[in-house]
């Protein structure tokens, strides 16, 4: 029936198959390009600026109520908070599946709501947590002459409306520079002979910047607008503010004080290899194409730098597509060797090219179809997606290598009619390639169940093979007998294999003969496969995500807290001399108290993008690392250092577990948690492997406490608000204004003309002018006291606690964690009152190990229950699976040859052996079934097995060979799939003898009830 019907619509499926493929290619063409899949991570962050308020009195007034309205939002599960002086950071989790959009307009509402009893100069931020909150693309302008000011403007007023107008740019932040200003600085002397204050300086400013609507009037029949137009456009329109008048004439703001342009005050600064600059960062929309808007944006910026200055350079400093480009290339390079090898499989078996010729237009159509689908599904083309159709290469060929050897052998002994049995032996295959395809279908399903990153992460890696091989199955079922009728000549074609054995068939045939007279031999040769398989378990290092080389990296750093900007710069600049002196370095931008990721940054925090030359002009990445780590520490011991790749920083901030270890401190007292934490920090600092710890502490600068005496105040006419607003004027100034309808526009800000103190010691010589007009210094009103800086407070679900991080460098993490348990355990560590959790990526590890046991353990009751499906028979049921179960342990023997860790890509590649492992056992079983019906069961078992063994060997070492390129890890962005590659290929190996000799016996044994009645 299948034979007639595809032989009635033979031109329609080849058809079909020719559009699907064109529509791939044309899909392939418009799927948008990123760096993550589409995924949408469950949390949202609010940022809190609220000037200059301690952190206890913050917590108490702005953290905490957020903090309580935020748990009324429904999906909420965890919220923390990071206090520091005048700003906060508030993280709230929700479970993964919940409609991020509206819980982020839950999370806004309930922060609104509050607004009325928040301080009144508060600013915030609500953030939804996804990947292009971060920048993918940075640039920098610098200049060795034009102003930092100039440099902005440009910046701010040229470029970003540029940049901003290319479709998919959510926004572009402009960081460094400086924000002009008009200064205005009052002299005391003259406000006190024209008795004047500082206030009506400033409301007198306030008063006369005018430019609003004032009506409307009907006149000749029309209707105007009447505006009152007195904006303040120039410097000269702000010295002629009229402070007051009377019969004796009129005082100008310019009679009393100096106007001129000036700079907005900064704690920040930004520099590129060294040299101050502006920075423009590209973030991009939700589901756009990243590579598009990154070429775009280029050619943007080319067609726009004839315009710049003659001594401004325009320099780009980070561009996330570079390293999508590379991994893409990559891949490529991975598919395009795997056919070509996979070709040469097929020549040196079958020594035919039109066989070949066949199966290498199968394995593009697949890919193309496959592509189509992710077309469909609203996906893109990203690390995981391209790697899943990497991986699924060499099993695409593996589905065409049985069809085509099974159709080749067949018409090979079929000499009078060879083409009449093409479409036959097509059909008579129809049923063991559906089982064997389903078999590996059945393990992703499973898969579509996790959560967490390793469900956002993998999801796309199994929709992506899963629809490869459907694709694969349809092709190779309905096409390839179709395209073998058409193209190969049967009646000239000799089966290499047809008139004598092969050494290889004629040593499997003497080692299967010995193992059915001796089975014990094969318990010896488990047993010690599953000896080493347990020997490598407990020797290969865990991770969680796979660890791949992207070209670039990001240092943070930290000087000692209440280091001035100035003095962080000096020390930060040795820092840079040693990027500089580096030769794997390219370029690199600094931030000075502020971040790249956007998190709270005091002036002696910061970090520095450091972007790396090509791979092929420098070693790995991590050495460049520990080179440039070791440097620094050699150099500039007073700047602790964390050195990390900026895609495993960026999962872990879209997560909230930046770091491989973090210890999460409790106590019944706050006040017994910094005395713990420091003594954790001690005692995990030994442990070998951990480094960059940090205790959790971290104190904001000191602060100086003014106390104004109210006696002393008064006796001279004042009082303390009084005294404290003159300081503010003197110190900070005041903003009275703006000038309007010029662009850009210009804050006026008022201070009183002595200058700003330069340290502590001018503070008690400040003068404070009183009503009478007399200048007092501050010192006979106030006394001083140096406070210690607070440290920044965290909380975790309203407890205040404190998370003691740390990094992992040429270890596991399980065997890490393990020590870092052993030392907390320790007397004394920890202290009374205080117990710890354990967070971090061991956290998330443990919680994607879960996950994937239990899809394991899923694909094993699905693989199961189709086996038993396919042949209604318990025992080969059981000894498909018992096969299938001995391949996952040469995985543990794979990684621990290869040096990588198990992580949950590894896990994954286990998860897939037990379906591949599957798949050739039914390749192998429907054999048997067939013959058994005719044959003795021994006989069957043995003439089973050489008759599988060409096709299950050219299908191995194709997969092998396909897979070959992502195991080496070659080429930048690669080492994503490499465990999931060695994974397979170790299990490919195992399974391969597993097949061919353990299952018959096994067969035998569980059949020997048959057995015994045969003769010998």
């Not at 007998?481 to 499997?508: G, Y």
């Not at 109210?710 to 004042?718: Q, S, T, Y």
């Amino acid at each position: 029936m299948l034979l007639a019907w595809l032989e009635r619509h033979r031109r329609s499926f080849l058809m079909l198959a020719a559009v699907l493929a064109l529509g791939g290619v044309a899909a392939a063409l418009s799927l948008p390009i990123g760096l993550y899949p589409r995924t949408n991570f469950p949390r949202v962050r609010i940022n809190i600026d609220t000037g200059s308020q301690p952190a206890a009195q913050m917590v108490l007034q702005v953290t905490q109520p957020i903090e309580q309205a935020a748990h009324a939002v429904p999906g909420v599960t965890t919220i923390t908070s990071t206090t520091s002086r005048g700003s906060a950071q508030i993280v709230i989790d929700f479970a993964w599946g919940t409609n991020m959009t509206a819980a982020t307009l839950g999370v806004s509402a309930a922060v609104a709501q509050l607004l009325p009893s928040l301080p009144t100069d508060i600013h915030y931020t609500v953030l939804r947590m996804d990947p292009t909150v971060f920048p993918f693309m940075a640039f920098a302008l610098t200049s060795p002459k034009v102003p930092p000011a100039t440099l902005q403007n440009l910046a701010t007023l040229r470029l970003v409306p540029l940049l901003s107008a290319i479709p998919g740019v959510a926004r572009v932040q402009v960081q460094g520079g400086d924000t002009g200003e008009i200064e205005v600085r009052a002299d005391p002397e003259r406000l006190a002979a024209y008795h004047l204050t500082l206030d009506t300086v400033s409301k007198a400013i306030a008063a006369a910047d005018t430019l609003q609507s004032v009506g409307r009037v009907q006149g000749h029949n029309l209707l105007f607008l009447l505006m009152a137009d007195n904006p303040l456009r120039t410097i000269q329109d702000v010295k002629n503010v009229v402070l007051s008048g009377s019969l004796k004439g009129v005082v100008r703001l310019g009679d009393v004080a100096s106007v001129g342009l000036g700079a907005m005050p900064q704690l920040f600064a930004v520099s590129a290899d060294g040299k101050q600059a502006v920075t423009l960062l590209l973030f991009q929309q939700p589901g756009s194409d990243m590579v598009a808007i990154a070429r775009a944006a280029q050619k943007a910026l080319d067609g726009f730098e004839p315009n710049l200055p003659p001594t401004v350079r325009l320099n780009s400093w980070y561009n996330q597509s570079t390293l999508v480009l590379a991994a893409a290339s990559s891949v490529r390079d991975a598919i395009l060797i795997g056919i070509v090898l996979a070709a040469l499989v097929l020549l040196l078996f079958l020594r035919n090219w039109r066989i070949t010729l066949l199966a290498m237009l199968i394995v593009p159509a697949a890919l193309a179809t496959a592509t189509l689908v992710l077309f469909l599904l609203g996906m893109s083309f990203n690390i995981m997606t391209l790697g899943g159709l990497a991986a699924s290469v060499g099993l695409v060929i593996d589905d065409v290598i049985v069809m085509v050897e099974h159709i080749a052998r067949r018409a090979a002994v079929n000499v009078g009619q060879p083409k009449l049995w093409v479409l036959r032996a097509g059909a008579e295959f129809f049923s063991p390639l559906t089982g064997s395809g389903a078999a590996t279908l059945v393990v992703f399903a499973p898969l579509g169940f996790l959560s967490g990153v390793t469900g956002a992460f993998f999801k796309a890696l199994s929709i992506t093979m899963a629809a490869t091989l459907l694709a694969s199955w349809a092709l190779t079922a309905f096409i390839v007998p179709l395209l073998a009728e058409a193209l190969v000549n049967f009646h000239a074609f000799h089966d290499p294999e047809a008139e004598h054995d092969s050494p290889l068939t004629r040593a499997h045939h003497r080692l299967l003969r010995v193992l059915f007279r001796r089975p014990w031999l094969l318990g010896v040769a488990v047993a010690a496969l599953l000896s080493v398989g347990w020997v490598s378990y407990n020797r290969v290092p865990t991770g969680f995500m796979p660890h791949l080389d992207e070209g670039g990296f990001v240092l943070d750093y930290q000087t000692t807290p209440g280091t001035a900007l100035t003095e962080t710069a000096r020390e930060i600049g040795e820092v840079q001399n040693i990027l500089r002196a580096d030769p794997a370095v390219a370029s690199f931008s600094t931030r000075i108290g502020a971040g790249f990721g956007g998190d709270l940054a005091e002036p002696n925090q910061g970090d520095i993008v450091v972007r790396l030359k090509p791979l092929s002009e420098r070693p790995g990445i991590d050495i460049v690392m520990a080179r440039i780590g070791d440097a620094i520490t050699a150099r500039v011991p007073g700047v602790d250092t964390d050195l990390h790749q900026l895609i495993g920083d960026e999962i872990g901030d879209l997560t909230g577990v930046p770091q491989p270890i973090e210890i999460k401190l409790a106590a019944t007292e706050p006040a017994l948690l910094i005395p713990a934490a420091n003594r954790v920090a001690a005692a995990i600092g030994a442990i070998k492997g951990v480094n960059s710890v940090v205790n959790g502490v971290t104190p904001a600068g000191d602060a100086i406490d003014i106390h104004i005496a109210p006696a002393r105040a008064a006796m001279l006419g004042l009082d303390p608000q009084n005294v404290a607003r003159q300081l503010q004027s003197e110190l900070a100034g005041s903003i009275a204004g703006e000038t309007q309808d010029v662009v850009p526009a210009l804050a006026i800000r008022v201070r009183i003309s002595h200058g700003r103190a330069k340290n502590d010691d001018d503070l008690k010589s400040l003068p404070i002018a009183t009503p009478s007009g007399a200048l007092v210094p501050l010192g006979q009103l106030a006394s001083f006291t140096v406070e210690q800086g607070q440290p920044e407070i965290t909380r975790e679900n309203l407890q205040q606690v404190i998370d003691v991080t740390a990094r992992l460098d040429g270890r596991g993490l399980g065997a890490g964690i393990a020590d870092v348990k052993a030392a907390l355990a320790r007397p004394g560590v920890l202290g009374v009152g205080v117990t710890y959790s354990l967070g971090g990526l061991y956290n998330q590890q443990q919680i994607a190990f879960y996950g994937l046991a239990r899809v394991f353990l899923a694909a094993l009751l699905a693989e199961f229950l189709l086996l038993l499906f396919l042949y209604e028979r318990f025992s080969w049921t059981i000894a498909i699976m018992g096969t299938a179960l001995l391949s996952t342990t040469a995985v543990f023997t794979g990684l621990y040859v290869a040096g990588i860790e198990m992580n949950i890509t590894a896990l994954m590649g286990m998860v897939m052996i037990v379906g591949i492992a599957s798949e050739m056992a039914i390749f192998y079983v429907s054999e048997f079934r067939h013959l058994h019906a005719r044959m003795d069961l021994r006989a069957a078992l043995m003439v089973a097995s050489a008759n599988r063994l060409r096709p299950i060997a050219m299908t191995t070492l194709a997969a092998i060979l396909t897979l070959l390129p992502l195991a080496l890890g070659l080429g930048q962005g690669a080492g994503m799939q490499q465990p999931l590659a060695v994974a397979i290929i170790a299990g490919l190996l195992v399974q391969f003898p597993l097949v061919l000799l353990a299952l018959p016996v096994l067969l035998a044994l569980l059949m020997r009830k048959e057995v015994s009645s045969q003769p010998e």
